[in-house]
Each structure stands twice: as structure tokens, then as C-alpha cells.
């Protein structure tokens, strides 16, 4: 791998496999770093937010639904105009029918 030639620049030089190894191990250890921070800074938003006070709580999820309930009101509207629109009316009953069942 270190031989192959590069057609837009100099060739690389051939370097010894202890530094090929050695910055495999740097690159992976950076990625578990990493995920170590997020993993951390997870947990932490998840503690403090169970340490909240309730009053904060609530306001946190009332600001929330509001958010998010305009464009489920907007849906639900528009659900409801549609089944108004395809809906059809009820066949009626016969007068003989309407005895019968009157008469039950």
C-alpha cells in the first residue's frame, strides 16, 4: 500500500509498520474518544433533566407541545376535511321501514 504510486503527486515513501500500526491505534483511539465524550454528554443532559424541578418540567413540556400541536392541528383539520368531502349521506328508510322499526 505505502508503494503505490500517486499519478498527481511523488510517490510516498515506504514507512516501517510499527508507524502504520501506531497510527491505526491513534486514528481508532480518536474514534472511542469520541464516542466516549457523546456517551458522557448524554448521560449528564439525562441526569440533569431528572434533577429538574418539577415546575421547569412542566413548563419544558407545555412549550413543547405547543410546538409540535401546530402542525397536528393543521393535520387533523385537514384529515377532517377529507373525510367530510368523501363521506356520503346515509341511505334513508323506507316509510314502511320506519313503522316496523317504530313498532318494535
Known amino acids: 500500500m505505502a508503494d503505490v504510486k500517486r499519478r498527481d503527486g511523488p510517490p ?45 418540567k412542566k413548563a419544558a413540556r407545555a412549550v413543547a407541545k405547543a410546538a409540535n400541536s401546530t402542525g397536528a392541528r393543521a393535520k387533523k383539520a385537514k384529515m377532517a376535511q377529507r373525510k367530510k368531502s368523501t363521506k356520503r349521506a346515509a341511505p334513508r328508510k323506507s316509510a314502511r321501514r320506519a313503522k316496523q322499526s317504530a313498532r318494535k
Open 12 to 56: 510516498e515513501p515506504k514507512r516501517p509498520i510499527a508507524d502504520q500500526v501506531t497510527d491505526l491505534l491513534a486514528t481508532a483511539a480518536g474514534a472511542l474518544a469520541e464516542t466516549a465524550v457523546r456517551s458522557v454528554a448524554k448521560r449528564a443532559r439525562k441526569t440533569a433533566a431528572e434533577k429538574a424541578p418539577k415546575p421547569i
